[in-house]
C-alpha cells in the first residue's frame, strides 16, 4: 500500500513540474548595441536591437535616463537626431523609484532607409541639478548636458551576397478558383493599403513640425533659464572671466541652434555668424546686436581682455535682450519684416 502512495505522489509531482511555464527566453547579450553614458547624478543608456539587422527589420532604439532626487531631466524632442531613419512609433515613460530616482525612457522603432553602413547621430540630454551645494560656488543649482556616442551598424542586403537565381522556371499552371480569388481581393486592398500609408505619412510629419515648433517655443525658456544661473553666481573676477565669457557665448549659440534650427556648434564666431546670415531671416537690428556681443566674448576668450564688472553685467544684458527680441511665441507666426530689415 505504501509503495503504491508513492508511486502516485511521485506521477502527481511530476505533472505539476510539467504544467509550470518555462520563463521567455532572453535575447542574447550580443544582439543589442549598447552605449552608457555618466556624469554626475544622471546615468544614460541608449540600446539598439537587433545588432545585426536586414533591410526591413524592424529596428528598436530605447533611451534609458536615471537621475538622482531633485535632478529635473530634459529628454530629446520627438524627433531629434535621428538621421535618415524613419520612426514608426515613438513611446516616452516616466518612473519614480521608492528612493526617489526618476527613470525616463524613451522608445523607438525605426525604420532604415537603405542597407549598407547606417549610423544613428549621438543624442542630447539636459539636465538641472538643483541639490544642495551642488550649483558653482556652493550655489543653488547648475545645468548641465549629456551628449552620448553616435551608433554604428551594418544593415544587411535582402538577398544575401552572391545569391543568383541560376535557372529559369517553367511555366506554372492555371491557378485555382479559390487563389485566383485571394489575389483579387488582394490587388483590391493595395489603394486601400496605399491610403492608410500616405496618412500614417501625413500624421508622421504633422508629428514632427509640432515637435521641431515645441523646440523652437521652448528654446527661450531655455536660455533665460541658464542665463539666469550665470547671474546668481555672480560676475567674473579677473581669472574666472574666460569660462564664464565661454558659458555666455555657449547659451547664446544653442539658442539660436534650437530657436532658428541651425546646427553649427563647432563653427568659429566668423563661420556661425556667416552661417546665420545665410539661413536667418533676421533684423538688421539683432544681426548687429549679435556680431557685437559674440566679438565681445571673443576678446576675452582668445586675445586676453579681461573686462570689468560693469562690463560683464553690460554682456549678460545684451544677451537677455537679443534672446527676449527673437523669442518664437506659440501660436500663428508673425508677419514677416519689412524687405529692408531682412537679409536677402
Do not use: N
Not at 1 to 27: D, F, I, N, S, Y
Amino acid at each position: 500500500m505504501r509503495a503504491v502512495l508513492l508511486v502516485v505522489a511521485l506521477l502527481l509531482g511530476c505533472g505539476r513540474r510539467a504544467e509550470t511555464p518555462k520563463a521567455a527566453p532572453q535575447p542574447p547579450a550580443d544582439s543589442v548595441l549598447t552605449q552608457t553614458s555618466e556624469s554626475g547624478p544622471v546615468k544614460v543608456t541608449v540600446e539598439l536591437s537587433p545588432k545585426k539587422p536586414r533591410l526591413g527589420d524592424p529596428l528598436t532604439l530605447t533611451l534609458t535616463v536615471t537621475a538622482q532626487p531633485r535632478v529635473t531631466v530634459e529628454m530629446p524632442p520627438f524627433g531629434e537626431a535621428l538621421g535618415r531613419f524613419t520612426i514608426v512609433s515613438f513611446t516616452p515613460r516616466s518612473e519614480t523609484a521608492a528612493d526617489g530616482r526618476v527613470t525616463h525612457t524613451q522608445r523607438y522603432v525605426l525604420d532604415a532607409p537603405m542597407s549598407g553602413r547606417q549610423r544613428i547621430p549621438s543624442l542630447r540630454v539636459e539636465f538641472t541639478d538643483a541639490r544642495p551645494g551642488q550649483g558653482p560656488d556652493g550655489g543653488a543649482e547648475s545645468t548641465h548636458e549629456i551628449l552620448t556616442d553616435e551608433l554604428a551598424l551594418d544593415i544587411a542586403s535582402v538577398l544575401p551576397e552572391g545569391q543568383v537565381e541560376s535557372e529559369l522556371r517553367g511555366l506554372r499552371g492555371p491557378l485555382d478558383e479559390s487563389v485566383a480569388r485571394a489575389q483579387k481581393l488582394r490587388y483590391a486592398l493595395i489603394p486601400l493599403a496605399l491610403l492608410v500609408l500616405a496618412g500614417g505619412v501625413l500624421l508622421a510629419r504633422s508629428l514632427r513640425r509640432r515637435a521641431r515648433q515645441r523646440v523652437r517655443v521652448s528654446a527661450y525658456d531655455v536660455a533665460m533659464r541658464r542665463l539666469s544661473t550665470l547671474q546668481r553666481r555672480g560676475w567674473p573676477k579677473q581669472e574666472e572671466a574666460d569660462p564664464w565669457y565661454v558659458e555666455l557665448s555657449d547659451i547664446v549659440r544653442r539658442y539660436i541652434e534650437d530657436r532658428y534650427g541651425v546646427r553649427a556648434p563647432e563653427l568659429t564666431t566668423e563661420e556661425f555668424l556667416r552661417e546665420a546670415r545665410q539661413q536667418l531671416r533676421m533684423q538688421s537690428s539683432h544681426r548687429e546686436l549679435l556680431e557685437t556681443f559674440l566679438s565681445t566674448c571673443d576678446r576675452v576668450k582668445f586675445a586676453g581682455y579681461r573686462p570689468g564688472e560693469s562690463e560683464s553685467q553690460q554682456a549678460l544684458q545684451a544677451a537677455q535682450r537679443f534672446i527676449d527680441d527673437t523669442r518664437l511665441l506659440p501660436g500663428p507666426a508673425p508677419s514677416p519684416a519689412p524687405p529692408s530689415e531682412v537679409q536677402p
